[in-house]
């Protein structure tokens, strides 16, 4: 089983990044999905979910700016982050949380 991020790297605040949570061995349709971050010294926090029938969930601190989506042709998540700021600087993770599977993570960075 494997999650692999990507889609990571330097942004500008006011920027998009659109991050891809690819999946193999799991059917990506069959879980809950979640987007974490975490900056180093401080919990991981969730970003965002999709549930199995595609509710969606947000953190207030990225309610308006990040859209989280399935593909599930591509058995793939994605997490649409747009108007970044530099507080969004972190390391993503996806997580199939109904099978308990983690990503290793990629990194956003946004600075000017």
């Known amino acids: 089983v494997q999650l692999v991020e990507s889609g990571g790297g330097l942004a ?8 891809s949570c690819a999946a193999s061995g799991i059917i990506i349709s069959l879980n809950v999905v979640g987007w974490y971050r975490q900056v180093p010294g401080k919990e991981r926090e969730r970003v965002a979910t999709i549930t199995t029938g595609d509710s969606t969930n947000y953190a207030d601190s990225v309610k308006g700016r990040f859209t989280i989506s399935r593909d599930n042709a591509k058995n793939t998540v994605y997490l ?3 108007n970044l700021k530099p507080e969004d600087t972190a ?6 949380e109904t099978q308990g599977y983690w990503g290793k993570g990629t990194l956003v960075i ?3």
């Open 12 to 19: 500008q605040p006011g920027g998009s990044l659109r991050l």
């Open 80 to 82: 649409q982050m747009n």
């Open 91 to 96: 390391v993503y993770y996806c997580n199939a």
């Open 110 to 112: 946004v600075s000017s």
